[in-house]
T-cell receptor, first 116, second 114 residues
Framework: EAEVAQSPRYKITEKSQAVAFWCDPI?????LYWYRQILGQGPELLVQ????????DSQLPKDRFSAERLKGVDSTLKIQPAELGDSAMYLC??????????????FGPGTRLTVL | AQSVTQLDSQVPVFEEAPVELRCNYS??????LFWYVQYPNQGLQLLLK??????LVESINGFEAEFNKSQTSFHLRKPSVHISDTAEYFC????????????FGGGTRLMVKP
């Protein structure tokens, strides 16, 4: 069964350093999502791509976070500089459809970030 | 904007007992409802979803949820739980014509005890 791949699975970094996370969605999925999940809470959407275009990044802290999906396939989420409050699980998800509210989102295993 | 409330942060239950995990949502438009399960250090897996039609939806592993529009609820139930059901459960909603944006509740940790 096809899965969403993410790497690394775990990342420990010091405050003010730069970090990057990678996501490879299920083949053929047009829509890709990045979520942040703080311990003990539900995931919150950071950014949503339709192919290579950003369709929603209203919750992305743009002063330090950036996301790209240059060829409309895999994606990278970057934080620079990292802050203590960025410690969380970063989840990537993908869905097949063209921006449909009924499409199932398939999640990757996540990257757990710890900022010291 | 939609919101989701999961009233119980933790639900302890003995093995083979029934369980209900509560979910209420708030939205001014038509919604689609989802339950996801998350095992430790893993991503979320879709458990079941309501899109339209019958208000009672079932999963392959014995869970069911009922969409109640008048009470704006989508509670998850299982008549007899197993140790392996121990996990975090998230209720989520997407609004019609809102581009598949999911809003999640805070989660309920189901702890099944032997």
């Amino acid at each position: 069964e096809a899965e969403v791949a993410q790497s690394p699975r775990y990342k420990i970094t010091e405050k003010s350093q730069a970090v990057a996370f990678w996501c490879d969605p299920i083949s053929g999925h047009a829509t890709l999502y990045w979520y942040r999940q703080i311990l003990g809470q539900g995931p919150e959407l950071l950014v949503q791509f339709q192919d290579e275009s950003v369709v929603d990044d209203s919750q992305l802290p743009k002063d330090r976070f950036s996301a790209e999906r240059l060829k409309g396939v895999d994606s990278t989420l970057k934080i620079q500089p990292a802050e203590l409050g960025d410690s969380a699980m970063y989840l990537c998800a993908s869905s097949f459809g063209q921006f449909l509210s009924t499409d199932t989102q398939y999640f990757g295993p996540g990257t757990r970030l710890t900022v010291l | 904007a939609q919101s989701v409330t999961q009233l119980d942060s933790q639900v302890p239950v003995f093995e083979e007992a029934p369980v209900e995990l509560r979910c209420n949502y708030s939205s001014s438009v038509s919604v689609y409802l989802f339950w996801y399960v998350q095992y430790p250090n893993q991503g979320l897996q879709l458990l079941l979803k309501y899109l339209s039609g019958s208000t009672l939806v079932e999963s392959i592993n014995g869970f069911e949820a009922e969409f109640n529009k008048s009470q704006t609820s989508f509670h998850l139930r299982k008549p007899s739980v197993h140790i392996s059901d121990t996990a975090e459960y998230f209720c989520a909603v997407s609004e019609d014509n809102a581009g598949n944006m999911l809003t999640f509740g805070g989660g309920t940790r189901l702890m099944v005890k032997p």
